[in-house]
């Protein structure tokens, strides 16, 4: 294994997705939206990919990461007058009323929050054995979930928390994603980033040259849990509301699905699974909405969409269990995406 | 009080046949069928669809239309992934969950078809002045005589030996002369047979039948199986009584905390992971399968 | 007349080959050797003829049938059987229940209770121990378990991957003693050893595996002579 940094395979997917940033995001305001909700939950993928990508263990739990970035930083960016009056935050703690913050300090404290309960809660979930920990992180979502739901000292509870300081330029969300990329890729090329992917390959053999599983699949947990928390957040705030259903299964499958379509154990792989996703995505809401493609009106029930999705997911496990990318990292001159 | 414990146990009683079902697949081709929850809900949407015919009627509908999904879910998707990683079944397994949730959307709606089912179970009778519902006792027996069934089933016939020799070792099962895809069929139509005993349960209870109604029973179920040891089928079916007990429990003890339950619920299963992070029923802790 | 032939057999995993065109033949009531030093190919020869590696190419005929590519499991209801290099019982099981497993393999179901009994007489510790978990059978228990498990099924050849292995010499002279018993009574039995010596003086014929190819074929006669036997399985002479 090389530790050689490799300037393509970061750049690579870097410029890609700020191509499709500014291709698609100045076509339109709704083409904004479609980049900024694809790049938040890029980051969301990118989480994923730092944990399960490296360390090969399946993890249903992010959305709770996710769910904490997202409302300690909408807690703290709604305006103290609206949380005063909101109905359902009237029974807001009342620190949490008063405390305000701009959007930037708010998203270091949801890389704060995602990266203390990944941290706490992977001291547990790592010592459990790769299965039960993925079958666990399961655990980790119902709980978040049933706390942000019914508790309405820390949230609105079960309702929306409304008026979130949205994104105002398009940069944001693109400068924010390609920082975590960074971190990302210098992960993946560090010692504990190259430790746990030797795991991955052979669980059996670690022990043996004294690495501790443990250990290293404790510190991607965390590193993704923060950035996991980043993503919650911008997505909550290119949304403008958080809602605790917004991060519950239907998020963590469209998340898992994309890093898993493109091929979990690399960056590339993150970065095709997003963009394949949400391509597919749009062009079959296109179709459900009656739009035209190419000057052409395809019509498709509505629910369509999410069959073909999740279609997808299983038909691409079936067929290549690797993803579209096989895991490979990005390459001038790689062959064409096979179709 | 009486009360309190014999919903526990019924409870209990359901988690461990759903427990069970996702233990018996897991033993055979170390998938964990998160997929198992469609199976209920497909179940219990024929209830719900049948339920003008004498019950009798419905529930065999009912257990062949699970079977049947879990074979089909078998031949299209998880044989051809036998022997992969246990992480990518996983994941294949929840791609055919959502996907089964998507269909039934379609097919039946987002919103809950409801009908009542088995009115005779829904009353209450009085034993020395304590009120008892029928629906726990029933359950309660239900699940006791389906369990020792399937203890026999699995502990003194040839296809339960043969479950359990796959179970350890598959490959030189398969020596011996085990027919695979057979065993492994034999697995998931059991598995689907028990989906429809705990769908009977819940719709009993609960008759409002959406696209994710086996969606909460089977995580829990899943969370059961690693609390009890996935490695054993004893240890499957423990650990899915223990969570619908203790799920119960808490809904009494709790009081007006009882929207917690699921968080305190999982807070025991933690403290009982720590202590045996292989689950109740491993004997060798956490090295066993990494 | 033959009975097993293998003929020109290449196997091997993913993209590495380990056999390249492996040939031999056994008649009823043979015993066949096969040595040869680690990684020679040896358990990939068994895993290619029972069905559990895939082949590259050749076939394996039982009684002029071509059973190459077949499952394992219907490999074995045609009178091919292995036992596993470790034994690999089931030692969660009971004894009696390894047995029982091993009649699923049976082409008649009707002589199942012969067979057992058969067994018991060849093996009678193993009546002793008969509800016991196999587990807790001493290391030479369990090799008689695997050889009865496997000889239940009424194979009509019966291949061993190292059957000595982990065994005291007494223990491996007992071993060995029943495998000629059943040689005698007309099972073609193929005995994979790394420690050639155990195997030349009974088998028919030794076929020395080395580097995925076999090398050199030794009788009875040769295997006496000790530097044709060192010669052949170091490979240091000519063939």
């Known amino acids: ?83 005063e009056n909101s109905l359902q935050l009237q029974n807001l703690y009342p620190f949490l009323v008063n405390l305000n913050l701009g959007m930037y300090p708010s998203l270091l404290l949801a890389i704060a929050a995602g990266a203390l309960v990944a ?32 508790n309405n000292r820390i949230g609105p509870g079960s309702q929306a928390l409304l008026a979130l300081p949205p994104f105002q330029f398009l940069e944001e969300p693109v400068v924010l994603t390609v920082i975590v990329m960074l971190a990302v890729y210098l992960f993946g090329i560090s010692r504990a980033g190259r430790t746990l992917r030797a795991t991955r390959e052979d669980p059996l053999a670690a022990p043996a040259l004294g690495i501790s599983i443990t250990r290293v699949r404790w510190i991607a947990f965390t590193l993704s849990g923060a950035i996991a928390g980043l993503g919650g957040a911008m997505f ?66 509505n629910g369509t969409r999410a069959i073909v999705i999740a279609l997808s997911l299983v038909v691409m496990l079936l067929w290549r269990s690797e993803g579209v990318t096989q895991g490979r990292e990005f390459k001038i001159g790689m062959p064409k995406l096979r179709k | 009080m009486i009360q309190a414990i014999l919903d526990a146990v019924s409870l209990g009683g359901v988690y461990a046949l759903a427990a069970l079902g996702l ?7 170390r998938l964990v069928n998160f997929a198992h929850a469609e199976l209920i809900t497909v179940a219990s949407y024929t209830l719900v669809m049948t339920h003008q015919f004498p019950l009798v009627v419905s529930i065999v509908l009912s257990v062949v239309a699970a079977s049947l999904m879990a074979l089909l ?84 016939t040839k296809l339960g030996l043969q479950l359990r020799a796959a179970a350890s070792d598959f490959q030189t099962a398969r020596l011996l002369g085990v027919r695979s895809n057979r065993l492994i069929a034999s697995a998931f139509v059991i598995s689907g047979a ?7 349960v819940n719709v009993v209870g609960n008759p409002q039948v959406d696209p994710r109604f086996g969606l909460d029973i089977t995580i829990l179920a899943l969370v059961g199986i690693v609390v009890g040891g996935m490695n054993s089928l004893r240890g499957s079916a423990l650990g899915g009584f223990i969570v619908g007990a203790v799920l119960s429990l808490l809904n009494v003890i709790l009081g007006n905390g009882r929207v917690y339950a699921y968080s305190w619920m999982f807070v025991i299963v933690i403290v009982i992971l720590l202590v045996r992070p292989g689950g109740i029923l491993s004997k060798f802790a956490t090295k066993e399968r990494v | 007349m033959t009975l097993f032939e293998v003929r020109d057999l290449r196997a091997g995993y993913g993209k590495v080959d380990v056999l390249f065109g492996v040939s031999l033949t056994a008649s009823k009531g043979e015993l066949i050797g096969i040595v040869g030093p680690n990684g020679a190919g040896k358990s990939t020869l068994f895993g290619a003829i029972v069905g559990t590696v895939g082949l590259r190419g050749g076939s394996v005929f039982l009684d002029g049938e071509d059973i190459s590519g077949k499952r394992p499991e219907d490999i074995v209801r045609r009178g091919l059987s292995l036992v596993p290099e470790g034994r690999q019982i089931f030692s969660g099981l009971s004894v009696i229940e390894n047995l029982t497993l091993g009649l699923t393999g049976r082409r008649d179901k009707h002589g199942e209770k012969g067979a057992l009994e058969r067994v018991h007489d060849l093996f009678p510790v193993l009546t002793t121990h008969r509800d016991h978990q196999a587990g807790m059978l001493s290391g030479g228990q369990q090799q008689q378990l695997a050889i009865a498990r496997a000889l239940v099924a009424d194979p009509r050849v019966l291949l061993l991957d190292e059957p000595s292995l982990g065994l005291s010499p007494t223990v491996v002279k007992d071993v060995f003693d029943r495998l000629i018993a059943i040689a005698e009574s007309g099972t073609a039995v193929v005995i994979v050893e790394q420690r050639a010596h155990l195997v030349t003086r009974l088998a028919e014929r030794t076929h020395v595996l080395r580097a995925g190819k076999l090398q050199a074929t030794l009788t009875k006669e040769d295997a006496a002579d000790e530097a044709k036997l060192t010669a052949a399985y170091f490979g240091n002479s000519g063939e």
């Open chain 1, 1 to 83: 294994m090389t530790t050689r940094l490799r300037l393509q395979e970061l750049l690579g997917p870097i410029l890609i997705v700020i191509a499709f940033s500014y291709v698609v995001g100045l076509q339109s305001a709704q083409g904004l939206l479609i980049v900024q909700s694809t790049l938040a939950l890029f980051v969301m993928v990118l989480a994923l990919h730092v944990f399960v990508g490296n360390s090969g263990v399946l993890s249903f739990g992010h959305g709770a990461f996710a769910m904490f970035g997202a409302f300690a930083s909408g807690i703290v960016t709604t305006p103290s007058n609206i949380k």
């Open chain 1, 119 to 150: 941290g706490l809660s992977g001291l547990l979930l790592m010592r459990l054995n790769g299965l039960a920990a993925g079958i666990a992180t399961f655990a980790l979502l119902g709980v978040a979930y049933n706390i942000f739901f019914y």
């Open chain 1, 236 to 301: 909550a705030h290119v949304a403008g509301t958080v809602q605790v259903q917004d991060y519950y299964l239907p998020y963590t499958f469209m998340t898992l699905s994309m890093l898993i379509i493109g091929g979990s154990a690399s960056l590339w792989g993150a970065t095709v699974g997003t963009l394949l996703v949400t391509g597919i995505g749009q062009i079959l809401l296109m179709m459900e909405q009656q739009k035209p493609i190419l000057g052409i009106v395809v019509h498709i029930p």
């Open chain 2, 23 to 29: 233990g018996l697949v897991f033993g055979v081709m």
């Open chain 2, 73 to 156: 879910m078998e031949l299209l998707a998880y044989r051809r992934l036998r022997g992969s990683n246990p992480a990518t079944m996983l994941i294949v397994s929840f791609g055919v969950s959502v996907l089964l949730q998507k269909v039934y959307e379609l097919v039946f709606g987002a919103l809950p078809r409801s009908a009542s089912v088995a009115t005779g179970l829904t009353g209450a009778f009085t034993v020395g002045g304590v009120s008892i519902t029928i629906a726990s006792v029933v359950t309660i027996v239900l699940a006791v005589v389906i369990l020792l069934a399937m203890g026999y089933l699995i502990e003194r």
């Open chain 2, 194 to 200: 028990l989906a429809a005993v705990v769908a009977f």
